[in-house]
T-cell receptor
């Protein structure tokens, strides 16, 4: 039962353009969402998060949008840089249900930013 | 602040053996979560420890266990290793188990 889905295994964009990574979820109890970036042989690096009471959160080049009615979130990277090339994971939690410390991850999307 | 550290970084074990992995959280973080990453199953939650107590557990067999010490450092143990236990084991720390988790570099376990 895949509660968090990233349906695009890969994405390729040109340097300077916008990268949009998508994530869908099925569990309406999720109350917190996060995006992580991962390079090979390293642990995931936290990028940005959003609470279910908000619909947008921005941090520099990164913006996360949450559409609760569609159970969909997206990460926008503007402008994209070659150093952004990595695997991006969407994650969700339902801490309100007492599931402390537990993140449910999507399968990841590999982003390639071409110079 | 120093990040999350994990030791060892790489490990090769034989089927049937047991293994212990160690994790030191960010200073001040009291919650430590463990995850297994495999190509087929992705990143899966193993368990979470807070104040030396296991508060949450994922769907893994009892061969997977862990503990947390009074300084918040955590260890996980896998007994009777199987070939399918080959994976990247990641630990993550957070202040109290909610919000952002910060990951260590992982321990790459290979079971032969």
């Amino acid at each position: 039962d895949q509660q968090v889905k990233q349906n695009s295994p890969s994405l390729s964009v040109q340097e300077g353009r916008i990268s949009i990574l998508n994530c869908d979820y099925t569990n309406s109890m999720f109350d917190y969402f996060l995006w992580y970036k991962k390079y090979p042989a390293e642990g995931p690096t936290f990028l940005i998060s959003i609470s279910s009471i908000k619909d947008k959160n921005e941090d520099g080049r990164f913006t996360v949008f949450l559409n609760k009615s569609a159970k969909h979130l997206s990460l926008h990277i503007v402008p994209s840089q070659p150093g952004d090339s990595a695997v991006y994971f969407c994650a969700a939690s339902d801490h309100g249900s007492g599931n402390t410390g537990k993140l449910i991850f999507g399968q990841g999307t590999t982003l390639q930013v071409k110079p | 602040k120093a990040g999350v550290t994990q030791t060892p970084r790489y490990l090769i074990k034989t089927r049937g053996q047991q293994v212990t992995l160690s994790c030191s959280p960010i200073s001040g973080h009291r919650s430590v979560s463990w995850y297994q990453q495999t190509p087929g199953q992705g990143l899966q939650f193993l368990f979470e420890y807070f104040s030396e107590t296991q508060r949450n557990k994922g769907n893994f067999p009892g061969r997977f266990s862990g503990r947390q010490f009074s300084n918040s450092r955590s260890e996980m143990n896998v007994s009777t290793l199987e070939l399918g236990d080959s994976a990247l084991y990641l630990c993550a720390s957070s202040l109290a188990g909610q919000g952002e988790q910060y990951f260590g570099p992982g321990t790459r376990l290979t079971v032969t």
